[in-house]
Nanobody, 115 residues
Framework: QVQLVESGGGLVQAGGSLRLSCEASRSIFSINVMRWYRQAPGKQREMVAAITSSGYTDYIDSVKGRFTVSRDNAKNTLYLQINSLKPEDTAVYYC?????????WGQGTQVTVSS
């Protein structure tokens, strides 16, 4: 099993940047895919970025060019660099990892973007 703890959220103005972190309680070296999700008020949780153990990344269209996902296996940490923030990016951001036989979630970190 693994515990995931997100940090780095906050209140920023539109156009600003944040770097979210997700620290795992154990090595993430063997975790094939790690993902960032977000959930805005009244909306379903959606995946925004994913990264494999080999470094392949994927993003939803609305964040391409603004979000960058990365992982530091030596620090057991997943990151999400968010640039050019928009009010519609306001949400709770969660990291996610599948470690057999289940999926694990962090508690989330709030990102609020003011216009």
């Amino acid at each position: 099993q693994v515990q995931l703890v997100e940090s780095g959220g906050g209140l920023v103005q539109a156009g600003g940047s944040l770097r979210l972190s997700c620290e795992a309680s154990r090595s993430i070296f063997s975790i094939n895919v790690m993902r960032w999700y977000r959930q805005a008020p009244g909306k379903q949780r959606e995946m925004v970025a994913a990264i494999t153990s080999s470094g392949y990344t994927d993003y939803i269209d609305s964040v391409k060019g603004r979000f960058t996902v990365s992982r530091d296996n030596a620090k057991n940490t997943l990151y999400l660099q968010i640039n050019s923030l928009k009010p519609e990016d306001t949400a709770v951001y969660y990291c996610n990892a599948f470690v057999k036989p289940r999926t694990y979630w962090g508690q989330g970190t709030q990102v609020t973007v003011s216009s």
